[in-house]
């Protein structure tokens, strides 16, 4: 991957800026059916499927099951639902408001496929997009624009993607500097030093983690934790680190332990470093040495069933801690806040228990199962998706 | 005579050029004395469907990971010394490694310390660059140098106090040594002397040790204010003490062990094979394997693993540990330490240091 000059991404960039004001008066209609053929042509790309394993380290099996959900995400009725939703109704027959003219895009690559929402809401709030990828997945954004550009070349012209190494300070100041919104996905350090100078224009969503709570109405709910905490590898702000089960958690620890096994079958893990395998083993000895611990460790992975409450995220690769919990009442307490983007429900009606997750941070609460399949419309990080301002943290609810 | 002692005895005979207890049968021994008397290891090892019975290789021994220490008391008897490792703030979390028979523990040190560091056999004046015991009693390498002090050094002193590096105090000991043509060992942790060469270039002041004075470094990068890699270590060794780099031997080792391994340059000097390759060699009753992590199977030569240390003188406790350090094989018997597994708690000697704030 060779990075461009700033001058040649600046030109570039000139170029969608320009393109995105030929289409000012357009129909947000229109672009909401261009984005969701673009998915259609994407989702099949035969060029992405046969490179992104490799650059993702995921396994080919995984990657052709995560790129049909990410294509799904640009659904043309769940956009449109999103632009009503913020415009009011007949968004779809009007041209976007007035808004930024140009968004760009900092997308994390522990998750492939994340430029698709990035480019979609930022067409959606009819700016120019700006998107440089993570270095694990440099083939997604540029095979959505030529999906895009052979369904709609002129909303494609509105589109930059690009790809420079990170901590590029020279680069990320000429570039970033142009947009008037910075959407950021980082590490702590990484997002506090584009703060620093970008200031307000920069929405930072930094390491998240989800969990899941079991109801004592759950039939069995394991077999659909293990999807959620599967796909991706565990990698991303939505998989699952830890389940809190009302009544047998033991139990359901074997039977997730099992359903990890199962999945690992359809689903194989891709390729790890050696570090992060050393993590796992650590981890996972730590707890077998742990009093009141116990390990149920596998080929599809490592379930810690452990009597303590206190949610800690673990390494990834397809670990789960398995809590029991005594009450539901209780379960948003045992939450650290702003470290929880994702609560998947099973057994349990979440109605009770939306405020205080609200308030812990929580952005989207839905059934387990349903975890790793956000809509366009997720508020993630409690933020409108769309950009526009709203002084009340967000979180949706899909039942 | 207990088979703690018997081994000290083959360990102390192995110095005075007896050849080494033969590696595999202490090996299955030992293991068959720690399954019997350690009920903790002995669990772990039932877990894994594994006893004395099914065990035919030394390979076949159960590991213990370095957290079980954290988290249990792993001994074959009451304990004669219980070291604790330096560096997480969580005192109670950091790991304890009770050792029954401490003989056994100073007989192997001191084993490996004349081989590796002192080969020519020669005493010197010991300036210790950890904290005197009575300021850190728990500490194994504190007592590692106490031992060095008795018997391999002709006198010791303490160069760290309670407020940390006594670095006038050193300065002076380096002028008069200098000028008396004295020789020194050099003995501490690698922040210690970092902090030493710092104060050396504030101060536009350097050294030149007599011939055959040396420096024996361990803990890495840990608790340094200012990374130091190991050429530049090698370097300012040099310059600012007059000590070559074949005199400069690093040590690696862990609190939940009783023998180390040290850099193999001067043995190598001393016996011929000047042109081999740094690496840290250990004695004979300390064999070390890089493991894969997802399988324990050693991984292929020279490609990194996790360190999987087997020491016959852990007779007291568990023999068999598998670190956090992820390292590769060099050579045909060393190791190269390449770092720890991220996340790991921070911890060793080289926080000895940092453990000095105020309690």
């Known amino acids: ?399 | 005579m207990t088979l703690e002692a018997e081994l000290a005895a083959a360990i102390e005979a192995a110095a005075r050029g007896v050849p080494p207890p033969d590696f595999e049968p202490w090996a299955l021994r030992v293991f068959a004395h720690q399954f019997e008397h350690n009920a903790p290891y002995r669990a772990f090892c039932v877990r894994r469907g594994v006893t004395p019975a099914t065990v035919a290789r030394w390979e076949d021994v159960p590991a213990v990971p370095s957290v079980a220490f954290r988290q249990v008391d792993l001994a074959c008897g009451p304990p004669e010394a219980v070291f604790v490792t330096s560096g997480t703030t969580n005192r109670a979390a950091r790991g304890r490694h009770l050792v029954p028979h401490l003989a056994l523990y100073r007989c192997s040190a001191l084993a490996s310390f004349a081989r590796f560091v002192l080969p020519d056999g020669v005493r010197l004046p010991c300036l210790a660059f950890v904290p005197p015991p009575a300021l850190r009693p728990a500490s194994s390498l504190v007592q590692m140098c106490v031992w060095v002090g008795e018997a391999l050094a002709s006198s010791i002193e303490w160069m760290i106090g309670e407020r940390g590096l006594e670095t006038e105090r050193l300065l002076a000991r380096l002028a008069a040594a200098e000028a008396s043509g004295e020789a020194l060992l050099l003995v501490g942790v690698t922040a210690a002397f970092a902090e030493l060469f710092a104060a050396c270039r504030t101060r536009g002041r350097g050294f030149r040790l007599g011939p055959a004075s040396r420096v024996v470094d361990t803990g890495g990068q840990k608790g340094t204010t200012r990374p130091l890699s190991r050429p530049a270590f090698l370097s300012e060794c040099w310059t600012l003490l007059g000590i070559p780099g074949y005199y400069c031997i690093n040590e690696y080792g862990m609190t939940e062990l009783c023998s180390q391994r040290y850099d193999s340059a001067l043995d190598d000097r001393f016996h011929g094979r000047s042109l081999a390759p740094r690496r840290l060699a250990g004695p004979p009753w300390l064999r070390t394997r890089v493991l894969d992590p997802d399988t324990l199977a050693p991984v292929a030569p020279g490609a990194t693993g996790l360190l999987c240390h087997h020491d016959l003188a852990n007779a007291g406790s568990v023999s068999v540990v598998l670190t956090e350090d992820l390292g590769r094989a060099a050579g045909d018997d060393g190791i190269a330490v390449l770092g720890r597994v991220p996340g790991a708690t921070p911890r060793g000697c080289g926080l000895l240091l940092a453990d000095l704030e105020p309690r």
């Open chain 1, 1 to 399: 991957m060779n990075a461009e000059t700033s001058a040649a991404l600046l030109a570039r960039l000139g170029a969608a800026v320009d393109a995105r004001a030929r289409l000012r008066r357009r129909p947000l209609g229109d672009t909401v059916a261009a984005l969701a053929a673009a998915a259609a042509r994407w989702r099949d790309d035969p060029a992405l499927r046969a490179e992104l394993p490799a650059a993702a380290r995921l396994s080919p099996a995984m990657i052709a099951a995560v790129v049909p959900i990410a294509a799904e995400a640009l659904d043309a009725v769940t956009m449109t639902k999103l632009i009503e939703r913020t415009w009011g109704a007949g968004a779809a027959r009007r041209p976007a408001p007035d808004g930024p003219a140009l968004v760009a895009h900092v997308v994390a690559s522990n998750v492939p496929a994340l430029a698709l929402p990035a480019i979609a809401l930022g067409c959606l709030a009819g700016a120019a997009v700006l998107v440089k990828s993570g270095r694990d997945d440099p083939l997604s954004a540029p095979a959505f624009q030529r999906a895009l550009a052979a369904v709609d070349a002129q909303l494609a012209a509105t589109i930059v993607t690009t790809y420079w190494p990170g901590g590029d300070v020279a680069q990320e100041d000429a570039v970033l500097g142009r947009a008037e919104v910075v959407v950021a996905t980082g590490g702590d350090a990484t997002l506090a030093a584009l703060a620093e100078r970008l200031g307000d224009r920069l929405v930072a969503h930094g390491p998240r983690w989800s969990v899941a709570v079991i109801g004592r109405g759950a039939r069995d709910a394991a077999a659909a934790l293990a999807l959620d905490v599967a796909l991706h590898d565990q990698r991303g702000c939505l998989s699952p680190h830890a389940v809190y089960v009302a009544g047998e958690a033991r139990g359901f620890a074997e039977r997730l332990a099992a359903a990890l096994e199962a999945v690992a079958e359809r689903l194989p893990p891709g390729t790890a470093s050696i570090e992060a395998r050393a993590q796992a083993r650590f981890l996972a000895a730590q707890a077998e040495w742990a009093a009141g611990a116990t390990v149920l460790q596998g080929a599809g992975g490592t379930v810690i069933h452990e009597g303590e409450a206190a949610f800690r995220p673990t390494c990834g690769l397809r670990t789960v801690r398995v809590h029991p919990l005594a009450d539901l009442r209780v379960f948003p307490d045992l939450l650290p806040t702003g470290q929880v983007e994702c609560v998947g429900v099973a057994g349990a009606d979440p109605t009770p228990l939306v405020a205080a997750l609200r308030a812990r941070g929580v952005s989207r609460v839905c059934p387990v199962g349903r975890m790793q399949r956000p809509p366009l419309s997720w508020p993630r990080g409690q933020r409108a998706p769309l950009f526009a301002r709203r002084a009340e943290p967000l979180l949706e609810v899909e039942r």
